[in-house]
C-alpha cells in the first residue's frame, strides 16, 4: 500500500510538472514584439501602449514596451532596441525622439532580421524603417492653419502668430505640423524640412514645448513677453495648448481675444474645444496606429511579408479629422460631440 502511493504521488508530480512545462513552452512560444514611445506619460502614448497590449493579447504576443525618459531621450531608445534585438524580438513599433539620430540603431535591428515600424514620427530618411504608420502630420498642420485663416477673415494679413513647438532638434511630426499650419494660413514656407528661417513679420517667434503643459505655459509666457498682441497660437500638441491657456489667462488674454489651434483629438483636448480653450484640433488616432503595427509584425513573423505602404504616399495614412464647433467654409471638420465618439484617453 505503502509503494502504491508512493506511485501515485509520483505520477501526480510527474503530470504537474509536464503541465508547468508545457505552459512554460507555450509561453516562450509567443513571439517577442516591441512598442518604443517617446515618453511615459503623454496620453497619447499611454492609449498607443492600451491599443498595442490588446492587439499583442489577441495575437497571441509578448510584447514589451519602453519609453524614453523626456521627449527627445534618444539614448533610453537605443538601449530598448538593442535590448529587444538581443531577446530574438521578431519586430517592433517605435516612436522615434529623434528622427536622425536613431536611424544608425534602427539599421542594426533590421539587419538582425527584425521588422521595425515607426508611429507617429516619421524617419529622416523616412525609408530608413520597414514601415510608416502615422497620421499625415502636414495635412493635419494645414487643416488647423486653414481654419485659422478662415476663421480670421481679412484679419488674417495681420495677424500676431506665436508658435508653440516640439524639440530644437526639430524631429519631422514636428516641422511637418509646424508647416504643415503655414501653408494652410499663407505663410511662405522656406526650408520644406525645417522652421524657424521664415521672413513673415506675423511670426512673433518659435519655442519650444517638449509636447508638455509646462514646456507649453513657459513658451508662452516667453512669447508674449515678446510680442504681447499675440492673436494666433499654434501648438504642436494638445497638452501644450492646455499650458499656453493657463499662461494666457494670468495676463488676462483668456478672453477670447486668442484664436488657438492643436494637433492630437484626445478627450481632454476635444473638452478643450468644446470649451473654448482651443479653436481647433486635428485628430489623430494612436489606437489604430499600434493595432495596425502589431498586426503586421504578427504577419511578418508567420510569413515574412512586409507591410506596403498606402498607394501614393510613402507611408499608412493612419488619418486626421478637422474637430470644432465653428467650422468655416471649404475646410472639412466635425463637431466636438462627433470628436467626443471618436476621441482617446
Known amino acids: 500500500m505503502g509503494r502504491l502511493n508512493i506511485l501515485r504521488a509520483a505520477l501526480a508530480s510527474a503530470v504537474v510538472l509536464g503541465a508547468m512545462a508545457a505552459t512554460a513552452t507555450l509561453a516562450q512560444d509567443k513571439p517577442i514584439v516591441g512598442l518604443i514611445t517617446k ?32 521627449d527627445g531621450d534618444n539614448d533610453s531608445q537605443i538601449a530598448a532596441i538593442e535590448n529587444l534585438i538581443s531577446s530574438g524580438a521578431k519586430g517592433f513599433a517605435i516612436v522615434p ?18 521588422l521595425v515600424i515607426v508611429l507617429d514620427t516619421p524617419l529622416d530618411p523616412i525609408d530608413a524603417a520597414d514601415a510608416t504608420f502615422a497620421t ?26 506665436a508658435f508653440l513647438d516640439l524639440a530644437v532638434n ?88 486668442v484664436l488657438v489651434v492643436s494637433i492630437d483629438g484626445g478627450c481632454p483636448g476635444v473638452q478643450n474645444v468644446k470649451a473654448g480653450v482651443i479653436g481647433a484640433t486635428s485628430q489623430q488616432y494612436p489606437l489604430l496606429m499600434a493595432s495596425m503595427a ?35 467654409a471649404g475646410v472639412e471638420s466635425i463637431d466636438t460631440t462627433k470628436g467626443t465618439e471618436l476621441c482617446w484617453g
Open 39 to 70: 515618453t511615459e506619460g503623454n496620453p497619447f502614448f499611454v492609449k498607443m501602449r492600451e491599443g498595442a497590449q490588446a492587439k499583442a493579447d489577441e495575437l497571441g504576443l509578448e510584447l514589451r514596451s519602453a519609453a524614453g525618459k523626456f
Open 170 to 257: 526639430q524631429p519631422t511630426v514636428d516641422y511637418l505640423r509646424d508647416q504643415g499650419f503655414m501653408e494652410g494660413f499663407g505663410i511662405d514656407v522656406k526650408d520644406p524640412n525645417r522652421y524657424g528661417d521664415e521672413g513673415d513679420p506675423r511670426i512673433c517667434g518659435h519655442e519650444m514645448t517638449a509636447g508638455s503643459e509646462d514646456g507649453g505655459r513657459t513658451a508662452m509666457e516667453t512669447l508674449l513677453q515678446k510680442c504681447p498682441d499675440i492673436n494666433v497660437v499654434y501648438t504642436i500638441n494638445e497638452p501644450a495648448a492646455a499650458g499656453a491657456y493657463e499662461a494666457r489667462k494670468a495676463v488676462g488674454k483668456d478672453d477670447g481675444s
Open 136 to 161: 499625415d502630420n502636414r495635412k493635419a498642420g494645414r487643416l488647423i492653419g486653414e481654419w485659422a485663416k478662415g476663421t480670421l477673415g481679412d484679419a488674417a494679413a495681420n495677424a500676431k502668430i
Open 97 to 114: 525622439s529623434d528622427s536622425s539620430a536613431i536611424v544608425p540603431t534602427i539599421q542594426q535591428a533590421r539587419d538582425a532580421g527584425l
Open 294 to 328: 502589431l498586426e503586421a509584425i504578427k504577419k511578418f513573423a508567420d510569413t515574412g511579408e512586409k507591410p506596403a505602404p498606402t498607394p501614393g504616399l510613402d507611408f499608412f495614412d493612419t488619418g486626421a479629422t478637422l474637430i470644432t464647433d465653428q467650422p468655416v
